[in-house]
């Protein structure tokens, strides 16, 4: 093989797209939700596959930024780019859980070092009748909010809980102006991500129910009236999340796309992130008979993960078999 050539590993590497980072999402929020049902050895197995599958990506968006600028800026102004901050909060807040708070912390530093950025690269780009992705600038915020809001109970850190209730309104008022670019056609074309319309209200959700947590088990935060307004948001958003995956699960009924797609990753996250949220929602504002679905969603969740990954396994291996194909091809007239 000439020096030139990239290995057909790295080729078909290479082609992935940057919504690949929702595999990590949605392997790290069933680590989330594992934990949380007191499954901790299957929680810990999928938290090593989504720190695996997040070094590869940070490896390959630090290559790009260093080696291939433009290419770089191309897929920065992607909808899917988003998944970056959002992947990288997903695995801090499973750090936070573990008690790990200093990898937690330098993880949730990462994640706002690169939101502002690519929110501004991905938010200039926008167009009308969005795909799905479109709704990843509310998941990539609340993700901090989440995982600000985790660290602030940890560390009874007052400043960071409040600074994670500016990035939960300031996620939702995102939502409102992404719904408004969204083409509702999705429910019936989308290859997945349109899952991600119900996944942003699930980790929205999600992010009352730690700043709720963080109100009830820390310093003095904010007076009874903002935390009422917060209690009734928080279950609000639930209870429309839950809808949104109704709608869409009917509309996967009607319209069944069998085929794999990597965005189908988009689809096991707000799943996962549904779980995650209805049983942090029961616990923050104690309604026990919420944690029952909770656990039903988290296997649900897990089946419909294990079918998209044995897709990804036969696309990647079609794929390593085309790119070594094509390198063979290369090699062949490199000697004539």
Known sequence: MSSGTPSPLR??????PPAAGAAVMATGILSVGLHLTHHEPLSRVALVLACVAWLALAVNFASLLLFDRAKWVTRAGTPGALTAVAATTVVGTRFSLLGWTAPAAALLALAALLWPGLLLLVVQRW???????????????????????????????AWLAHVSLVCFWLGLALYVIALFR??????ALGAGDHWVAGGALAISALAGAELLTAAHHGPYLWNHDDDAVLHDATVALLAVDLAWCVVLLVGEIVWPRPRYDVRRWSTVFPLGMTAAATLSVAAAVDVPWLEGPGRALVWFAVAVWLVVAAGAA????AGLRSAAAGDADVRSTTRR
Do not use: H, I, K, N
Request: with cysteine; net charge positive.
């Open 11 to 16: 080729a078909w590497w290479a082609r992935r």
């Open 127 to 157: 167009g009308r009748r969005m795909p799905g992705a479109v709704f990843l600038c509310c998941v990539a915020t609340e993700g901090l909010a989440v995982l600000g809001a985790s660290l602030a109970t940890s560390t009874s850190t």
């Open 182 to 187: 969204f083409d509702p056609r999705q429910v």
């Open 314 to 317: 036969v696309s990647a291996r």
